[in-house]
């Protein structure tokens, strides 16, 4: 997009015609004309195609006018706006797709969710909140896999979070495999800045190569914080929709999860509805708030030479018309 940075020199260009109102002529007379020599004649006067061409020079003075103001206004061309990348957090989130995660005791305004399709509403806003940060998506079940990487591509992780399903990796939990995957990700990126992993789940680790506990004591060292949600409802009246069984208390493992989270300086939360989920989250933003970059940045390239080199171009080829105005032409002899 083309742009001027400082429009208001363009008021102004009517400034000679308004001057040459408002001034008064030179005084002259009779006595102020110029008496040249024999065969010394003004250029621009010998000819009647000279005389027709000699309102030229003030067209040509305008134009260098308008090509010095256009100058100093300073055209600009304005690159597609970006988000330049930010100095914020790279935040890894883990989300379990084991079998138990397809259960239907998530209570909304519109009925009543399984927890996967909760999770994937409240996480996804919180991805899109996180201006600034570097954002990652890891799904764990038996398997723990990278879905994407680190990225200010908020978009596409959200994409790729609604796209998951339960089943895609397994139907077990390993919750261990999960940090490790998290830790090594962290470790190959070696970026300076806050690392943040959160971690999502509604069952126990049974399954996997390494303990959750080994997981945090490394992440610990690492200096990575760990953020643990469990999610399901908890039984009873209105835990869960009609028909539908309550899970077992044993079934998530609240004491393996406020561990790992105090092994790493982080904070374990309780989600039993969609309400809770979000309110998680929001307090997520807050303990890791966000560090916004100055969005809308545009590359810039600035124009002013152009219209200045056509100025000065201009004005000096008026100033050799000008020198030049008197120049010796031939004269023809006078006969008797």
């Not at 100093?72 to 304005?78: D, F, I, K, M, S």
């Not at 940060?133 to 978009?155: C, H, K, V, W």
């Amino acid at each position: 997009m083309l742009t001027l940075a400082w429009p208001v020199c363009l008021l102004l260009l009517p400034l000679p015609w308004w001057l040459r109102r408002r001034l008064s002529p030179c005084p002259g007379g009779a006595g102020a004309a110029l008496r040249l020599p024999a065969g010394l004649t003004l250029a621009g006067t010998a000819t009647s195609g000279s005389a027709r061409r000699a309102g030229a020079p003030l067209w040509l003075l305008w134009l260098a006018w308008t090509l010095l103001l256009l100058a100093a206004a300073r055209p600009q061309w304005l690159g597609e706006p970006a988000d330049p990348p930010a100095s914020g957090r790279d935040i890894l989130l883990a989300i379990d797709l084991s079998g138990s995660m397809a259960e239907r005791d998530f209570q909304t305004a519109d009925g009543w969710l399984d927890r996967l399709s909760a999770t994937r509403q409240v996480a996804g806003d919180f991805i899109e909140r996180r201006t600034g940060d570097r954002i990652g998506l890891i799904l764990f079940a038996s398997e723990a896999y990278l879905q994407a990487p680190l990225t200010f591509d908020r978009g596409t992780v959200r994409r790729l979070l609604d796209e998951a399903f339960i089943g895609l990796a397994g139907r077990e939990t390993a919750i261990g495999d999960a940090i490790g995957l998290a830790l090594r990700r962290f470790d190959a990126e070696d970026t300076p800045g806050e690392r943040v992993l959160v971690l999502l789940t509604d069952g126990v680790n049974n399954t996997g190569e390494l303990q959750p506990v080994e997981a945090a004591e490394l992440a610990a060292r690492r200096g990575v914080r760990i953020y643990t949600i469990g999610v399901g409802s908890e039984g009873g009246v209105g835990g869960v929709p009609p028909g539908a069984l309550p899970r077992r208390a044993a079934d998530l493992d609240e004491p393996g999860l406020i561990r790992i989270a105090e092994m790493t300086g982080g904070h374990y939360f309780r989600a039993t509805d969609a309400m809770e989920l979000a309110e998680i989250y929001g307090e997520l933003d807050r303990l890791e708030p966000v560090v916004a970059p100055a969005s809308g940045l545009r590359a810039r390239r600035e124009l002013y030479p152009w219209p200045l080199a056509a100025a000065l171009i201009l004005f000096a080829g008026l100033l050799a018309r000008r020198h030049g105005a008197l120049r010796w032409q031939p004269g023809r002899r006078a006969h008797a």
